[in-house]
């Protein structure tokens, strides 16, 4: 163990190093992977970039983030659930959707916040986790706090005190924003072990660090539109996580945690094109077909509204200018008729489901 490191699971870990790390963070292995994963990154925006409408499918990408991060804290709900909440005009009553939907929120905002002020901050982290637990929450001001595994055992003892964790945050907000030295992959890896490990927040905080790598990828530039599904690796390969995470804090190894971060990167970028080429070629196969047994409904306009979200309803289209209550009720009537769409009461309202959009999504190959 490094000496500068030590560590005692059971002690407020009051010593946490500040950044930059004082160990070599871009060895040859580092450096090799962040080639493949800085590649695979760029693809992806460049997809999204020329996409016809590169914000159509960001409320189905950030749902399907926000579903995945909050899994890793054990907050389940579905995906029919949570399109439906979305669509449909109703209290929702589940809690871990009302979880999900509040992550999704959370991250519009950091997003908007970014477009005003391109810097994040620790302002910007509470207002963050405040809009994901839709409390006043603020960083942990009384001692008490530790994280345990599964069988109760005390496994980290986090920074404790107001001040020395504001300290800490004001460390890693200098770092985010002003050091240029070190590769922004490799920058970004770095930032989200110091969040997790500083623990700013009685709750939230796994959450909020992944929403925080998503507004660096694109305060970086190095994805224009954050839309990638990063905590879907996370899920699948949570003990690894966890484990290269402890690794970094007990034994001050970073080449094992930022090789799994760079692998996060690559794998989930090339599923998430896959998925786009996927949704794009049966969005077009769609679009053909309407227009070829219902030329009268089909419009380039209509096709992107159910291809937005897996669920519609009449509001959506009346809201896009396709027509009147009367007209658009005749489409989607005429669309359920030839098989396009599905019909569905929620409450009063009738939502229609692209079942096959759904299907892309749910498919996790």
């Given at each position: 163990?490094?000496?500068?490191?030590?560590?005692?699971?059971?002690?407020?870990?009051?010593?946490?190093?500040?950044?930059?790390?004082?160990?070599?963070?871009?060895?040859?292995?580092?450096?090799?992977?962040?080639?493949?994963?800085?590649?695979?990154?760029?693809?992806?925006?460049?997809?999204?970039?020329?996409?016809?409408?590169?914000?159509?499918?960001?409320?189905?990408?950030?749902?399907?983030?926000?579903?995945?991060?909050?899994?890793?804290?054990?907050?389940?709900?579905?995906?029919?659930?949570?399109?439906?909440?979305?669509?449909?005009?109703?209290?929702?009553?589940?809690?871990?959707?009302?979880?999900?939907?509040?992550?999704?929120?959370?991250?519009?905002?950091?997003?908007?916040?970014?477009?005003?002020?391109?810097?994040?901050?620790?302002?910007?982290?509470?207002?963050?986790?405040?809009?994901?637990?839709?409390?006043?929450?603020?960083?942990?001001?009384?001692?008490?706090?530790?994280?345990?595994?599964?069988?109760?055992?005390?496994?980290?003892?986090?920074?404790?005190?107001?001040s020395v964790i504001r300290e800490k945050l004001a460390n890693l907000e200098k770092f985010i924003n002003e050091d240029?030295?070190?590769?922004?992959?490799?920058?970004?890896?770095?930032?989200?072990?110091?969040?997790?490990?500083?623990?700013?927040?009685?709750?939230?905080?796994?959450?909020?660090?992944?929403?925080?790598?998503?507004?660096?990828?694109?305060?970086?530039?190095?994805?224009?539109?954050?839309?990638?599904?990063?905590?879907?690796?996370?899920?699948?390969?949570?003990?690894?996580?966890?484990?290269?995470?402890?690794?970094?804090?007990?034994?001050?190894?970073?080449?094992?945690?930022?090789?799994?971060?760079?692998?996060?990167?690559?794998?989930?970028?090339?599923?998430?094109?896959?998925?786009?080429?996927?949704?794009?070629?049966?969005?077009?196969?769609?679009?053909?077909?309407?227009?070829?047994?219902?030329?009268?409904?089909?419009?380039?306009?209509?096709?992107?509204?159910?291809?937005?979200?897996?669920?519609?309803?009449?509001?959506?289209?009346?809201?896009?200018?396709?027509?009147?209550?009367?007209?658009?009720?005749?489409?989607?009537?005429?669309?359920?008729?030839?098989?396009?769409?599905?019909?569905?009461?929620?409450?009063?309202?009738?939502?229609?489901?692209?079942?096959?959009?759904?299907?892309?999504?749910?498919?996790?190959?």
């Open positions: 163990m490094n000496k500068m490191n030590k560590f005692d699971r059971n002690i407020p870990y009051n010593d946490l190093p500040l950044l930059p790390p004082k160990v070599d963070t871009e060895t040859k292995q580092i450096l090799r992977k962040t080639i493949t994963a800085g590649r695979a990154l760029a693809q992806l925006n460049g997809t999204l970039l020329n996409l016809p409408n590169p914000t159509l499918f960001l409320d189905t990408i950030y749902l399907q983030e926000a579903k995945a991060s909050s899994e890793v804290e054990n907050i389940i709900t579905t995906n029919d659930e949570l399109y439906k909440s979305l669509v449909a005009n109703r209290k929702v009553d589940n809690s871990a959707t009302k979880e999900v939907l509040s992550y999704k929120e959370a991250l519009w905002l950091g997003l908007e916040e970014l477009k005003r002020k391109p810097f994040i901050t620790t302002n910007l982290c509470v207002r963050i986790v405040q809009c994901i637990k839709q409390n006043s929450a603020s960083i942990r001001n009384t001692p008490g706090t530790t994280l345990s595994n599964i069988q109760g055992k005390v496994i980290y003892t986090p920074p404790s005190g107001e240029e030295t070190i590769d922004p992959l490799i920058k970004m890896a770095i930032l989200h072990y110091q969040f997790e490990a500083i623990h700013p927040f009685y709750d939230g905080n796994g959450r909020t660090g992944r929403i925080l790598l998503l507004l660096y990828l694109k305060l970086s530039g190095l994805l224009d539109t954050p839309a990638i599904y990063l905590s879907e690796y996370i899920i699948k390969n949570k003990a690894e996580y966890y484990r290269c995470l402890r690794d970094v804090t007990e034994k001050n190894e970073w080449e094992d945690y930022i090789l799994y971060m760079l692998d996060m990167i690559e794998v989930t970028s090339n599923k998430g094109l896959k998925r786009l080429d996927k949704i794009t070629e049966v969005m077009e196969e769609t679009a053909n077909e309407i227009k070829m047994k219902l030329p009268r409904v089909y419009s380039k306009d209509l096709i992107e509204i159910l291809f937005r979200l897996p669920y519609t309803k009449r509001q959506n289209l009346i809201d896009e200018k396709i027509g009147s209550l009367k007209t658009v009720g005749n489409y989607l009537i005429a669309l359920e008729e030839k098989g396009f769409l599905k019909s569905e009461k929620v409450g009063k309202e009738k939502l229609y489901l692209n079942q096959k959009l759904l299907e892309i999504l749910e498919n996790n190959e």
